[in-house]
């Protein structure tokens, strides 16, 4: 099968991207899927910061490859032995393909898939190996998603059946931002009602991470970030108090908030610096959330007399900690009544051809989640 598809074949291009080019648009072949596998249409994919960490060389991939991992779809083809799907099942992609049997997935934690994990890192599919091929040879698949592209072949463990009259600009957030920051609140943190919550970067992650504290009701709600209209958003969306970071020290801001500091300290954006922010405003007896991925190399470090003196813990929270087959579902659920205003996170639609122009959009933080309609309703 033929497809367009967004390509990466080196990184750390210069931006700006629309100048440089690091995607280009390239006619691919596309394999039928093995075992296993589904063969999905792309509808709608979302533009994540994750993404951007690749093109910029910060978190290192196997090239080349085709680029994406946040996204709705429609099944096309369904693979040998292949169970629970069928052609036209609207599917969201999950970007950790779970095995099932490893000890992580036995413990219900499938985001720490060391199967899958060990996939993505070599850029292949959970079977193994790779269904990319351009005139030259093989390319590889980005967390076996590779949702950049009209269709892609995946795992039909990194997809989760979904209701199709969910629109696809809204429906591609839930696999990756809605996922991962209302997670961390509800899984990671397990916030309960009256516990004050504070939430450093306000991206997609981020503010999904804030509409998730808000539907568990916590209060006060702290919002931290640089750019005044994403606090303005902060606001609409329930944020009680929101904190400029570079108009005086944000974690003393926090504490005044809070009185003493928050209990949950959630941070999205990837940098030590504000990490080590986030544990001096969290309070006593609370927890600090990381869903930011920082470059491999950098070092964070706490007082490590607080951990035990004053009962404290720093938690990673990869994909939410979710069950996708679990969440998905529930998420949507609480969108549809109104609980989670997702749409409220969407900022720019663009075509397929328009991609390099979007992430220098985010890329210089003008953006919150961007969509990619590549077969739009």
């Given at each position: 099968?033929?497809?367009?598809?967004?390509?990466l074949?080196?990184?750390?291009?210069?931006?700006?991207?629309?100048?440089?080019?690091?995607?280009?648009?390239?006619?691919?072949?596309?394999?039928?899927?093995?075992?296993?596998?589904?063969?999905?249409?792309?509808?709608?994919?979302?533009l994540?910061?994750?993404?951007?960490s690749?093109?910029?060389g910060?978190?290192?991939r196997?090239?080349?490859?085709?680029?994406?991992?946040?996204?709705?779809?429609?099944?096309?083809?369904?693979?040998?032995?292949?169970?629970?799907?069928?052609?036209?099942?609207?599917?969201?992609?999950?970007?950790?393909?779970?095995?099932g049997?490893?000890?992580?997935?036995?413990?219900?934690?499938?985001?720490?898939?060391?199967?899958?994990?060990?996939?993505?890192?070599?850029?292949?599919?959970?079977?193994?190996?790779?269904?990319?091929?351009?005139?030259?040879?093989?390319?590889?698949?980005?967390?076996?998603?590779?949702?950049?592209?009209?269709?892609?072949?995946?795992?039909?463990?990194?997809?989760?059946?979904?209701?199709?009259?969910?629109p696809?600009?809204?429906?591609?957030?839930?696999?990756?931002?809605?996922?991962?920051?209302?997670?961390?609140?509800?899984?990671?943190?397990?916030?309960?009602?009256g516990?004050?919550?504070?939430?450093?970067?306000?991206?997609?992650?981020?503010?999904?991470?804030?509409?998730?504290?808000?539907?568990?009701?916590?209060?006060?709600?702290?919002?931290?970030?640089?750019?005044?209209?994403?606090?303005?958003?902060?606001?609409?969306?329930?944020?009680?108090?929101?904190?400029?970071?570079?108009?005086?020290?944000?974690?003393?801001?926090?504490?005044?908030?809070?009185?003493?500091?928050?209990?949950?300290?959630?941070?999205?954006?990837?940098?030590?610096?504000?990490?080590?922010?986030?544990?001096?405003?969290?309070?006593?007896?609370?927890?600090?959330?990381?869903?930011?991925?920082?470059?491999?190399?950098?070092?964070?470090?706490?007082?490590?007399?607080?951990?035990?003196?004053?009962?404290?813990?720093?938690?990673?929270?990869?994909?939410?900690?979710?069950?996708?087959?679990?969440?998905?579902?529930?998420?949507?659920?609480?969108?549809?009544?109104?609980?989670?205003?997702?749409?409220?996170?969407?900022?720019?639609?663009?075509?397929?051809?328009?991609?390099n122009?979007?992430?220098?959009?985010?890329?210089?933080?003008?953006?919150?989640?961007?969509?990619?309609?590549?077969?739009?309703?």
């Amino acid at each position: 099968m033929k497809v367009r598809a967004a390509v990466l074949r080196g990184m750390a291009l210069p931006a700006p991207y629309a100048e440089s080019r690091p995607l280009r648009i390239e006619t691919l072949e596309l394999a039928d899927p093995g075992p296993g596998e589904l063969r999905v249409r792309v509808l709608a994919a979302g533009l994540c910061h994750s993404d951007l960490s690749v093109i910029e060389g910060t978190r290192p991939r196997p090239m080349p490859m085709v680029l994406g991992h946040e996204a709705v779809g429609e099944v096309i083809d369904v693979g040998p032995g292949t169970a629970g799907f069928q052609p036209g099942d609207r599917v969201v992609f999950s970007f950790v393909p779970t095995c099932g049997h490893c000890a992580p997935c036995a413990e219900g934690r499938p985001a720490l898939c060391e199967p899958g994990a060990v996939a993505n890192a070599g850029g292949q599919l959970l079977a193994g190996g790779l269904r990319w091929r351009d005139g030259t040879g093989p390319l590889h698949h980005h967390l076996g998603v590779s949702c950049f592209s009209e269709a892609t072949v995946v795992s039909a463990r990194s997809a989760v059946r979904i209701d199709a009259d969910l629109p696809p600009r809204t429906a591609a957030l839930f696999g990756c931002a809605v996922m991962t920051g209302v997670g961390a609140v509800v899984n990671t943190a397990r916030v309960r009602p009256g516990e004050s919550v504070a939430v450093f970067g306000l991206g997609g992650v981020g503010l999904a991470a804030l509409i998730g504290a808000v539907a568990a009701s916590a209060h006060p709600l702290v919002a931290v970030d640089v750019q005044p209209d994403k606090l303005a958003l902060a606001r609409e969306l329930g944020a009680t108090h929101c904190i400029d970071a570079r108009d005086g020290d944000p974690v003393e801001a926090i504490r005044e908030a809070t009185g003493g500091g928050a209990l949950h300290v959630i941070e999205s954006v990837g940098n030590e610096r504000v990490l080590a922010q986030a544990y001096a405003a969290t309070r006593r007896g609370g927890s600090t959330i990381t869903v930011g991925l920082p470059p491999p190399d950098r070092m964070f470090s706490v007082p490590a007399v607080s951990l035990v003196a004053e009962e404290r813990s720093v938690r990673g929270s990869y994909m939410g900690s979710a069950v996708p087959s679990r969440d998905i579902p529930r998420y949507i659920d609480l969108y549809r009544a109104g609980r989670l205003p997702v749409d409220r996170l969407l900022t720019h639609t663009l075509a397929l051809d328009e991609i390099n122009t979007g992430f220098d959009r985010l890329a210089r933080g003008e953006a919150i989640r961007q969509v990619v309609e590549l077969a739009p309703d």
